[in-house]
């Protein structure tokens, strides 16, 4: 049967095409259709024309006539328009079509090319999922007259493209089960990738204005987001005039037709760099108005980037303008958008050189009068502080001074008048209430009162604040009080700043105080330091005359200013101890002292200050000498004497030199020679003159015996016999006779030697050695 159906195609195609079926060929209209479509010389709309009237025709036979005839036409390419609608129409008419492609595939090449080519349309246009067919289908992938049409048949059904029949078959045996659903649905994600990354290739760093262009202008969001981003990248000021008039051409379009507002958004930041003069403005004042909530706030802060500036001025005041329109009370629209208005206004106080002062006033009165959110008003008052005329310090005063209002609130009024006095130093009302203020309840005030006194540099603002200095409350405005006290020296603050005794937290910034304060006044810095070594405050008393200056100084100032500050570097060691960073003070202090100790030779604080430094840095081998040539002198406090030779001893004790030793003996004995210490020097000295003893004699050998001499009358033992003088009859030496064997004896009447216990020394001997 399916061969019978084959011979009427195949002999019409061995004759050029096949002819039309008999039932067709009554009709004249569509025998001159297909006569034409048969004809290559027929135009592209005629043949279109054509081709509609055929298949019509051809949808009235049943659906096994169609087929036959329509493979082999579209096996020869004769009709102009898509086959999709008749192949699927037919396939829901007859069950067995499906069959009839597959056996059609089957078919040798040669003499079936133009039916083998009319089934692999058929087959892509069916978008079957028959796995056998669909798999004779990629065997034709191998074959060079068919593997293109194969190979977009495939892609039709499945979404994917097949290289060789390898690949389809890797692809295959993963994917065959899971239907062409999800087979389109992988492959259309995968085109969408492929795609996105062409893009970003296309995209990344300076990519060319062209492509940037044409992404912007793209339908897929991805896409367009990546062309917005290389679109902010571009320089700008390096594109010639005709590239800058697309970009802002493109700019604008995707203003109006970008759909997400988020990019809408993002996009805002774009237009005070592309667009110039109006065109900027009307984009930022069209999303101020109609935008969404985040269009609104970024085209409220861009607005003030537009160039030139006036222009960018008065689309702020047009936006104020419908913040607080008119025919409302109060404000409308965000409080975000009001406050990034009215700090872009304040941000052009600089720059716009003609501002009109009238608009600009009634616009800060009416924001003042119903502005009720605490941002904005904040905001506003910044505004103010740069723009304000000096009507606004009498505007504003009532707020200043009202104990009742915000306290924070308050404190930017300050500000703002401060701003205004600044900019009108002729008008004095902001001048006349800062002294009440730094008194006032609310710290907030105090401390902006204490800035204001400072920047306005308020007369007699010093004093004020060194008066309050004691009375005020909270730590971190005494701080401010004591900045302020530091920025320049004033009469009279002084006296009272070094009655005032810091808490820990104030140290460094009260010293700091005291220092300027000083500043090269000689007699003030005896007064600040009687005053503070008066009250123990050593510390202080070290820093003012470390840091006082010394140009102009007098030789006999710098020898006054020396002197204190030898004595207020030992008193800053004996508290602190020469450890701990301060070793280069204690060096210091050394070298200062021996100087003062050569000048004034009959000073006794110099050397014991030296001494008691020197203890400290353990250098006992420097001052042992100059401690014992201080202890006879009856100057020198004797509990002084005693408390310097106690620790010189136990320092030479730890350091255990024989040198040091030796010295350690002396000072124990000039240390003796002052009489007997107290009670307290006592137990310790006792216990030093153990470690120190004395030098003890060299032990005497008693005389060896003498030994017998044999008998002879030889030379040598006469001349033995007569050197050893006269003897007695027994054979000893005759009283008074001298043995120098003895070693020299003693002088009649004297005494043996004794040692300091009171026993007595063995009698030196000549060693016989």
Request: one cysteine or more; hydrophobic letters at 45%.
């Amino acid at each position: 049967m399916f061969a019978l159906l084959l011979c009427v195609p195949l002999l019409a195609f061995q004759g050029g095409g096949p002819e039309l079926p008999e039932a067709l060929n009554a009709n004249p209209a569509v025998t001159e259709a297909w006569s034409s479509l048969q004809d290559p010389a027929t135009e592209a709309s005629l043949r279109n024309i054509a081709s509609a009237v055929v298949l019509e025709s051809l949808a009235t036979l049943p659906p096994s006539e169609q087929w036959s005839f329509l493979i082999a036409a579209d096996g020869h390419g004769l009709f102009s328009v898509s086959l999709r609608a008749q192949y699927r129409q037919i396939a829901k008419d007859w069950p067995a079509l499906e069959a009839r492609v597959l056996e059609t595939l089957a078919l040798p090449s040669g003499q079936n090319d133009a039916l083998l080519l009319g089934a692999i349309h058929a087959a892509g246009n069916l978008a079957t999922t028959n796995a056998p067919l669909i798999e004779q289908l990629a065997t034709l992938l191998e074959n060079p007259n068919f593997s293109s049409n194969a190979r977009l048949a495939l892609e039709d059904i499945t979404g994917e493209e097949f290289g060789t029949q390898k690949d389809f078959l890797l692809w295959w045996e993963s994917s065959k089960d899971l239907g062409r659903e999800i087979w389109l649905e992988t492959a259309h994600e995968k085109e969408k990738q492929r795609e996105l990354a062409d893009w970003r290739r296309r995209l990344q760093g300076a990519a060319a204005v062209t492509e940037v262009l044409y992404g912007v202008r793209h339908p897929r969001q991805p896409i367009r987001v990546m062309a917005y981003e290389a679109l902010r990248r571009l320089d700008f000021q390096s594109l010639d005039a005709a590239t800058n008039l697309q970009v802002a051409d493109a700019l604008r379009n995707a203003l109006d037709q970008e759909s997400d507002a988020a990019l809408r958004t993002s996009l805002l930041a774009l237009v005070p760099q592309v667009l110039k003069n109006r065109e900027a403005l009307n984009p930022l004042l069209r999303a101020l108005e109609f935008g969404v909530d985040e269009e609104r706030l970024a085209a409220a802060r861009y607005l003030q980037l537009v160039e030139p500036v006036e222009i960018a001025w008065e689309g702020l005041l047009r936006g104020l303008d419908g913040a607080y329109p008119k025919e409302i009370e109060g404000p409308s629209g965000q409080i975000a958008v009001r406050q990034a208005l009215w700090s872009g206004l304040g941000s052009l106080a600089d720059r716009v050189t003609n501002q009109d002062s009238v608009r600009l006033d009634a616009q800060f009165q009416v924001a003042l009068a119903v502005e009720t959110a605490r941002p904005v008003r904040a905001s506003i008052l910044s505004a103010i502080r740069r723009l304000g005329g000096p009507n606004y310090l009498e505007v504003l005063r009532p707020l200043a001074v009202d104990s009742e209002a915000s306290e924070v609130e308050r404190s930017e009024v300050l500000v703002a008048m401060t701003g205004v006095a600044e900019r009108h130093p002729e008008i004095t009302i902001l001048q006349e209430i800062l002294p009440a203020l730094l008194a006032d309840p609310q710290p907030q005030v105090r401390r902006q009162a204490i800035a204001s006194m400072r920047k306005l540099k308020v007369s007699q603002a010093p004093l004020l604040m060194v008066q309050r200095l004691a009375s005020e409350t909270e730590v971190v405005l005494q701080k401010d009080l004591l900045a302020a006290l530091g920025e320049a020296k004033v009469a009279d603050v002084l006296e009272v700043l070094v009655n005032f005794t810091p808490s820990q937290t104030l140290r460094e910034a009260y010293g700091k105080a005291l220092v300027v304060q000083i500043g090269g006044d000689f007699a003030q810095l005896e007064m600040v330091r009687a005053a503070l070594v008066k009250r123990f405050d050593r510390e202080f008393a070290f820093l003012v005359v470390r840091t006082f200056p010394l140009e102009g100084l007098s030789p006999e100032d710098r020898l006054v200013l020396d002197r204190k500050h030898a004595t207020v570097v030992w008193e800053w060691l004996m508290l602190k101890g020469s450890g701990n960073g301060n070793a280069s003070y204690a060096a210091d202090a050394v070298t200062r002292l021996r100087d003062l100790m050569a000048l004034e030779p009959d000073s006794l604080e110099w050397p014991i200050y030296l001494i008691e430094i020197e203890l400290q840095r353990g250098q006992v081998a420097a001052i042992v000498p100059l401690l014992i040539q201080l202890l006879p002198n009856p100057a020198v406090d004797l509990q002084k004497k005693w408390e310097l030779g106690c620790a010189a001893l136990l320092a030479a004790d730890n350091v255990d030199t024989p040198e040091l030793r030796v010295q350690g003996r002396t000072l124990l004995e000039a240390m003796l020679a002052l009489g007997e210490p107290d009670a307290d020097c006592k137990f310790l000295f006792d216990q030093l003159q153990e470690k120190f003893p004395g030098e003890e004699p060299e032990a005497v050998l008693p005389p060896p015996d003498p030994q017998p001499e044999e008998a002879g009358t030889s030379e040598e033992g006469a001349a033995a016999d007569a050197s050893e003088g006269p003897k007695s009859e027994e054979g000893q030496p005759t009283e008074g006779s001298e043995n120098p064997a003895a070693g020299g004896a003693e002088e009649p009447g004297a005494s043996p030697p004794q040692n300091p216990g009171g026993e007595e020394f063995p009698q030196a001997v000549s060693n016989p050695l």
